[in-house]
């Protein structure tokens, strides 16, 4: 099992960046895939972006392309999620992900762990 606690969330201005943070409390980081997802008030969770345990291979939903990007440190146990040109729609509680498994299942919400959220408010 993997504890994952993120931070870096909070309120900002629309056009403003952000980068999330989660640690992760595992001896094997490096062997596990990573995703973020989100949740906004009233709607299901959905998927945001995933990595592959190398970093070599990853992953974004379309509406975050070109905007986010996800990466990693495997020698800090950490995976980021640095956000750009933030829009009032990428309001949304985050969450980190973790499983040993696949991407995919990162990337389908078959995962392991979830980390326990961190609000991210972007005001127009």
């Known amino acids: 099992q993997v504890q994952l606690v993120e931070s870096g969330g909070g309120l900002v201005q629309a056009g403003d960046s952000l980068r999330l943070s989660c640690a992760a409390s595992v001896r094997t980081f490096s062997s596990y895939y990573m995703g973020w997802f989100r949740q906004a008030p009233g709607k299901e969770r959905e998927f945001v972006a995933a990595i592959s345990w190398s970093g070599s291979l990853r992953y974004y939903a379309d509406f975050v392309k070109g905007r986010f990007t996800i990466s990693r440190d495997n020698t800090k146990n950490m995976l980021y999620l640095q956000m750009n040109s933030l829009k009032s729609e990428d309001t949304a509680v985050y969450y980190c992900?973790?499983?040993?498994?696949?991407?995919?299942?990162?990337?389908?919400?078959?995962?392991?762990?979830w980390g326990q959220g961190t609000q991210v408010t972007v005001s127009s």
């Open positions: 992900a973790a499983d040993d498994g696949s991407i995919y299942r990162v990337k389908a919400g078959t995962v392991l762990s």
